[in-house]
């Protein structure tokens, strides 16, 4: 199983990326999608999620900036970060957990920069 995320990089704040997320390995479309972000100095928190049916999950952080989307033909998750804040400055992860089963995968992460 492999997740390869990319997209990341150093933006001014108010400017916009996008993360993807490619997966290969498994039943794309029988698992739930996240991202996830580390700091430094903080845990890991969920940033957003999707289930294969599309259903969405944000943290309160990023609601009406950031839009987590799937294309199931492409086994490719995306995270459309836009109004980035210096805050949002961290690693992202991107996760994969089976649909009503149980462990994840973890892709190697992105780090995104946010300057002021």
């Known amino acids: 199983v492999q997740l390869q995320a990319s997209g990341g990089g150093l933006v001014q704040a108010g400017e916009s990326l996008r993360l993807s997320c490619a997966a290969s390995g498994i039943n794309f479309r029988l698992y739930d999608m996240g991202w996830y972000r580390q700091a430094p100095g903080k845990q890991r928190e969920l940033v957003a999620s999707i289930t294969g049916g599309s259903r969405t999950n944000y943290a309160d952080s990023v609601k009406g900036r950031f839009t987590i989307s799937r294309d199931n033909a492409k086994n490719t998750v995306y995270l459309h970060m836009n109004s980035l804040k210096p805050e949002d400055t961290a690693v992202y992860y991107c996760?994969?957990?089976?649909?009503?089963?149980?462990?994840?995968?973890w892709g190697q992460g992105t780090l995104v920069t946010v300057s002021s």
């Open positions: 996760n994969a957990h089976p649909a009503g089963g149980t462990g994840a995968y």
